[in-house]
Every structure is written in structure tokens, then in C-alpha cells.
């Protein structure tokens, strides 16, 4: 595969740098799906891959169009979490009392091929202007009970960083706001986009400034991503990961150690495994809760604490995201399983506590 010197934004530009063959690009399915799903993969993420192949690398499955996103179940929506039945105003999302989505743009350096907003996200996904960001920023002002905000989108971090300083300083003056959270690929996507400037800029404000980073698979860590990760952790930014369980790609648990593993060794504390949202041309991806739930038990006691993420669902029609990871605890008899099997009642009988 040659070397690209810029993103891959259509499945012409896949052929030309030799990520998708010829023979294949020319099917008419391909061709449709990478119409109707926008297709973006930049340079840092193609060498991150040791195969072009979705079917055998677990970077290239996930930005890689393939034939299996035609296939469109029933049950799929194009809004699967119900963001547009919480949107007071253009750029907001409202779900839950104390915190709010503010979407300032809906363009990514790359698009995952199981993204749950890949109908609204694309490279003709414009930012909020002048008039709609006001309108927006008027809305979290005039509801005080909002303490976070969540910059997501899109990605925040492909905004000008000039543009992007604006915002957080703009949320920053509003008294209520006390964190500011930034949902981003752009560390293991694009990572030459973390700067010195941008860092300092982010920790200039007085809220407290989190970067919740989008990794599925240790592959993506590399060593470019790791340097833009410790820029930020080095300032003083906390650093959290959210996660994506997807058949091919980490569904299984030494995959998910490993991610976990290195994730914690970059500073970067596991958040959330999201259990795949109903987005169509998606099944290939899923799996059930109840494999979701073996994979969370087979990793407790195998791994630290500190490398447990939550695992949730975000259910269907925006009713909002609940953890279900596995249960320790058969109730009305309190009984608690343990990590190895091992069944206790709680509180135990007194003779095993003499």
C-alpha cells in the first residue's frame, strides 16, 4: 500500500492508496454503501493498519466500507439513541437535567462504519454558525441547572483552534458550567492536531476540562498517539475512554485487556464500553448483552480496577443510557457471586465471620 499524504475520502481515493482492490471497489454494493455513508480515513489511521482487510485487521474493520453496510434490519433507526426528540435548539441535545451535547459541527477526520450518527455526520457536515452557536450557548445559560457540557458532534477537536477556544471560553463565562467534556478520535485518528496551543488554550479556562477519547483496540494506540495523549495528560487534562464492543474487532476478552491495559498505561482511564447502537448497515458489528456480559466477567479479577469501564446499553429511542454489565448480587437472598464462581451470603452467617 503506498504512502498516503492526505486523508482518503471516497472509496476512489481507498483504491489509489491500495487500502480497497480495484476488483472490489468496482461492485455496484461497495459503490452505493460509500455514497450513502461517508467515508474518511487519514494517514495516521491507514498506518496504523497491518492489513487493509476488515476481515482480518481490527482498525481496518472499523473505517474500511464493506458490502455488509447494505444489509438494513428492521429494528435499525437512523437516530438509534433519540438525539432529535431532545434538541430544543439547532446544536443541542438535552437528554438529562444537569448536562448537555452541544454539537458544534458534525464532521470527523475520520467515519467509524458502525457510527451511530452516520446519518447526520459527513464531510458536508457544517459547523454551527455565528447566529446558531448564540442561540445555543443562550440555551445553556437560561437553564442553570446544566454543569457539563459536552462538546461532541462531529468532533470538537476538528474545529480551527481558534474556534474552538471560543467556545470554551464562551462556556466558561456561564457561572453554572463547571466541566467541559470533549468526546474525540482526533488523539489516535489525527494526532498532530493536539498541539502546545491547543492544550494550553484548554487549560486556560476555569471548568474543569475533560477529553473522553474514542479507542476501540490497542492497534491504535501508536506511538504518535501516545505522544498527543501525554501532551494533554502532561498539562493536566484528565484523560477518560469510551469504547465500542464490536464483533471483529475486540470481542473478546484478552483483546479488551489489552486495550484496557494500554489504555491505563497511557493515563487514560476506561469510561465506557458501549454496547453497539441500532444504526443501520450495523448488525454485522453486534453482539448480544448476555456475550457482553460474559466478556465484563471474564474480566473481573483479571484486571485492575482501574481498567473497568461500565458497560451500557444507550436504549433505543432516547431513553436514556443504563448500565448492564453482569449482576454479583441474587436477590431477595443476597446472594453475591465472586470473580472466581465462588457463591457468599451477604452479610456472611456469623460463624464465618468468627
Partial sequence: MSAPAKTARSLDDLVAVGAVPRT????PTLRAVSERYAVAVTPAVLASMRSTDPASDPVARQYIPTAE????????????????????VKGIVHRYSDRVLLKALHACPVYCRFCFRREQVGPGGEALDGAELARALDYIRTHEAVWEVILTGGDPLMLAPRRLVEIVAALDAIPHVGVIRLHSRVPVADPSRVTAELVAALRSVRAAVYVALHCNHAQELTAEARSALRLMSDSGIPLLSQTVLLRGVNDDAATLEALFRALVQARVKPYYLHHPDLARGTGHFRLSIAEGQALMRALRGRVSGLCQPTY???????????????????????????????????????????
Fill in 24 to 27: 472490489t471497489a468496482e461492485g
Fill in 312 to 354: 451500557v446499553l444507550d436504549i433505543p429511542g432516547g431513553h436514556g443510557k443504563v448500565p448492564v454489565g453482569p449482576c454479583y448480587v441474587d436477590l431477595p437472598k443476597e446472594q453475591v457471586t465472586d470473580p472466581n464462581g465462588g457463591t457468599h451470603l451477604y452479610p456472611p452467617p456469623a460463624k464465618d465471620c468468627a
Fill in 69 to 88: 453496510e447494505a444489509t438494513t434490519a428492521p429494528e435499525e433507526l437512523g437516530d438509534p439513541i433519540g438525539d432529535h426528540a431532545f434538541s430544543p
